[in-house]
């Protein structure tokens, strides 16, 4: 490893980020539950803007780091701000937003300063409120709003990537985790040693770049919403029948497509490149470009996070679902698979609209599989919700239970719901037939030339995955007789 990279790393963590060990309190870590907090202050607070909040927020937070000040402005440099932070210190509330919003990593491996978001992931407080800031600053002023790639996402990435660029690019970003209970989330634990951007500050960062975007916009309504209602719309929702085809609105679950349409004719590794620059320009260590090796790692790291965040489908692991222990041994795969088996559930007959009853039809497929059939686990490697994600079955690595006779060369996915006489939502399909088939071939779980048939063309007692959905799947381009 270069000379500058422990050095560097010691400052990054300094700057963005801290491990300790001290308890949290006993608020609820949820998006419901700060939106409520913001709200709260809000009513106290007559004729509030939200850009004023966001600011007395982020004093509150501490986060007046040399690139944030840059582009934001010190937030206690700010009429009335000293007031409004009172109004904080004394708002019940106050203990929450204490802990909500700083951003740690124990030594334990608890993630803290994220929440848990409605859909069902988990977002990052920090650079979510950032990005709604620099958004409504630059609306305010009349202006672009510059900055908003390097506060919410680019900064995060590049030190990232440098600090473990001797490591593979895999492991340069992430990781997700798990919360002790979804119903009363409480403590955040990763599956993995923590990077400067896990899945909850690259998701955090997502949101504030889409909706800092929105806000700063042509299109943004002229009289801007309250922050409680900014978030609202975005992440508390109710989806129709439809599922996310009906939805034009920027919410959640729409993160990834979302801000890789804002951001994919860029060229990210120019972009990284110049944020690093101004960090270490405003740090005064300008030294670091010296490093040979810097543009390499940043190309790589940038690979890894196209493939993983923006190619690849969100994907709610097993712990998140709420699933059981597998019974038994799992039996490893033999990668790179040929063949990927479309079901449909048929019970659960209805599709799944959201993470609370896509969460309770894993479960009910788990409990079905193993008491009444007799298997180790859920049958399906991954199933398909319409809520806009996929969920973890047996997963990548392991031996499903889904196609009888060639469970060991095929992943077998179903979607939730009874298609014999209907079709699911579009984006479901996309999510399968593009997002997650091309996921797998990427990461070398699948063959190139990986071919795409209905469990019917190799069961024989089955009309899985139903008529209609079967008639659907026979024009895809991998589908074989």
């Not at 916009?217 to 801007?224: M, S, Y």
Request: glycine share 8%; with cysteine.
């Amino acid at each position: 490893m270069t000379p500058f990279v422990p050095a560097c790393f010691v400052v990054i963590l300094f700057h963005f980020s801290a491990v300790c060990s001290r308890p949290t309190g006993a608020h609820l870590r949820n998006m419901e539950s700060f939106i409520e907090a913001v709200r709260e202050v809000e009513d106290s607070t007559p004729g509030l803007s939200p850009l004023d909040l966001l600011r007395a927020l982020r004093k509150t937070a501490g986060h007046d780091d040399v690139m944030t000040t840059h582009f934001l402005g010190e937030s206690y440099n700010f009429s009335g701000s000293d007031v409004l932070e009172k109004v904080i210190l004394n708002a019940s509330s106050f203990s929450f937003f204490d802990k909500a919003i700083h951003h740690i990593v124990t030594d334990r491996g608890e993630e803290r300063g994220v929440v848990l978001a409605p859909d069902g992931t988990t977002v990052a407080l920090a650079p979510l409120l950032l990005g709604i800031e620099l958004g409504l600053k630059a609306k305010v002023e009349g202006s672009s709003p510059m900055g908003i790639f390097p506060i919410t996402l680019g900064r995060r990435l590049g030190l990232t990537f440098l600090s473990l660029q001797d490591f593979p690019a895999s492991v340069r970003l992430g990781p997700n985790g798990c919360w002790d209970d979804v119903e009363r989330p409480k403590v955040y634990k990763l599956s993995r040693h923590a990077t400067l951007a896990t899945d909850a500050i690259i998701n955090g960062g997502m949101d504030g770049l889409i909706l800092g975007m929105d806000l700063s916009g042509p299109a943004a309504p002229e009289q801007t919403r309250a922050l409680s209602e900014i978030l609202k719309g975005f992440y508390i929702f109710t989806l129709q029948e439809q599922g996310l085809d009906a939805v034009a609105a920027h919410i959640s679950p729409k993160r990834r497509e979302l801000s890789k349409s804002l951001l994919e004719s860029s060229d990210l590794h120019i972009t990284v490149m110049e944020t690093l620059a101004l960090v270490w320009k405003l740090e005064k260590t300008e030294w670091i470009a010296m490093d040979t090796g810097v543009g390499k790692a940043v190309k790589d790291g940038l690979q890894e996070f196209v493939h993983k965040y923006w190619d690849c489908p969100q994907i709610i692991p097993r712990c998140q679902w709420g699933a059981k222990p597998q019974q038994g041994t799992p039996v490893p795969l033999s990668l790179p698979l040929q063949y990927l088996y479309i079901h449909h559930t048929y019970l659960p007959s209805s599709p799944c609209l959201s993470f609370p009853n896509c969460s309770r039809d894993m479960k009910s497929m788990q409990r079905f599989h193993q008491e009444d059939r007799g298997w180790d686990d859920i049958g399906y490697s991954f199933v398909v919700g319409s809520d806009g994600y996929i969920y973890e079955g047996r997963g990548w690595t392991y031996r499903g239970t889904h196609t009888r006779g060639h469970n060991s060369i095929g992943y077998g996915v179903a979607v939730i719901g009874n298609y014999t006489a209907s079709l699911p939502s579009r984006h479901a399909t996309r999510l399968l037939r593009d997002r997650l088939a091309q996921c797998a071939v990427d990461r070398g779980a699948l063959a190139a030339n990986f071919s795409i048939q209905g469990h019917r063309q190799v069961v024989n007692y089955t009309t899985c995955p139903g008529d209609a959905f079967f008639g659907e799947i026979k024009t895809w381009e991998h589908f074989r007789e």
